[in-house]
């Protein structure tokens, strides 16, 4: 059974460029500040955030910041990084 609300979808994506669409992308799969605690151990949210930005870079014809992005996205798969801890969190405040 075809859906007929797929055609004018598809035809409204080929108004804008593939550039364009890479960084709708990104921008959905970015974790924003108020999920930042919540998704920053996420490896599949962290990896499909890295992956998008890859697309990016090598759309904007930077293959080396692609590169960089496609093995932090690998390495979120694979176990090999972790979050490092929040900057804000843990610090001892001086007394003065």
């Known amino acids: 059974m075809s859906q007929p609300t797929q055609l004018p979808k598809t035809s409204q994506l080929n108004e804008f460029s593939t550039l364009e669409l890479a960084q709708a ?15 920053k151990s996420n490896r599949n949210s962290r990896a499909r955030e890295q ?6 870079f090598l759309l904007k014809d930077q293959p080396q910041e692609a590169l960089a992005r496609l093995e932090q996205a690998t390495g979120w798969l694979d176990r090999s990084i972790s979050a490092p801890p929040c900057p804000s969190h843990g610090e001892k405040k001086s007394a003065d």
């Open 25 to 39: 992308l990104m921008e959905r799969l970015s974790i924003s500040p108020n999920d930042w605690h919540r998704l």
């Open 51 to 56: 992956a998008a930005a890859a697309i990016v």
